[in-house]
């Protein structure tokens, strides 16, 4: 499975994410943010977290304006597989691959602690290695967390089973206590917790490795 992990200003969990797909068997490329195309034969694209651009105007919103934002649409467009992680669902969000917005943590705290998760659904390439109800922990480090989406979008979500993950207990105001939600096709998946530190022992947990092994089996097999 070839993995592609963008680099924009500001991005401070690349090598992270790059490190923790190499390790669950990928072949990672890494792509900086005004590159144009993506590497011949990616299967995935994962946009990691930080603060890109400083999170000037709203986060995510000026890296999604980025030369690489366009081949990143047309990706997941033909059916790649996305991942996108804090500051890459803020992303993802802005380019309308997911629906809502991330807006700031009730209290206008920054949260940075390991969270407890619930897996909201089994059935995608990410959360296939979990069982549905499964509680994992991840750590979280955001302040901009707090996921909204409207009543009406809420209901498609629960209706299509695109809640991936929600937080056990809320942290940070976010609807339904949101974690993370996948697209339509079930091939873009946007989190804000942050597995790629939670796959190595070292760090303390491994529950993001399964994350990452599920999602290169699911794409090789696919």
Not at 14 to 21: F, G, H, I, K
Request: proline content about 5%.
């Amino acid at each position: 499975m070839k993995a592609a992990v963008i680099t924009f200003p500001g991005s401070n969990c690349d090598r992270d994410l790059a490190v923790a797909l190499e390790q669950a068997g990928a072949s990672v490329a890494r792509v900086w943010h005004k590159d144009d195309a993506l590497p011949a034969g990616t299967d995935l694209v994962a946009v990691p977290g930080g603060f890109s651009f400083g999170d000037y105007l709203r986060c995510g919103a000026i890296a999604a304006q980025s030369p690489i934002a366009a081949a990143l649409r047309a990706h997941a467009e033909r059916g790649g597989y996305v991942l996108g992680i804090c500051n890459g669902f803020q992303v993802l969000t802005e380019l309308k691959l997911l629906p809502g917005a991330l807006m700031r943590n009730t209290g206008l705290t920054f949260i940075c602690k390991p969270a407890r998760l619930t897996v909201a659904t089994a059935d995608s390439a990410f959360t296939a290695g979990y069982r549905k109800g499964q509680q994992i922990t991840v750590p979280v480090a955001h302040h901009d967390g707090n996921y909204q989406v409207t009543d009406e979008t809420l209901a498609e979500l629960r209706d299509q089973d695109r809640i991936a993950f929600t937080y056990a207990p809320a942290i940070n105001g976010s609807v339904a206590d949101i974690a993370g939600v996948l697209s339509n096709n079930r091939r873009v998946l946007g989190l804000m917790p942050h597995p790629e530190r939670a796959a190595d022992p070292m760090l303390g947990g491994q529950d993001g490795t399964v994350m990452f092994r599920s999602l290169v089996a699911q794409v090789a097999h696919a």
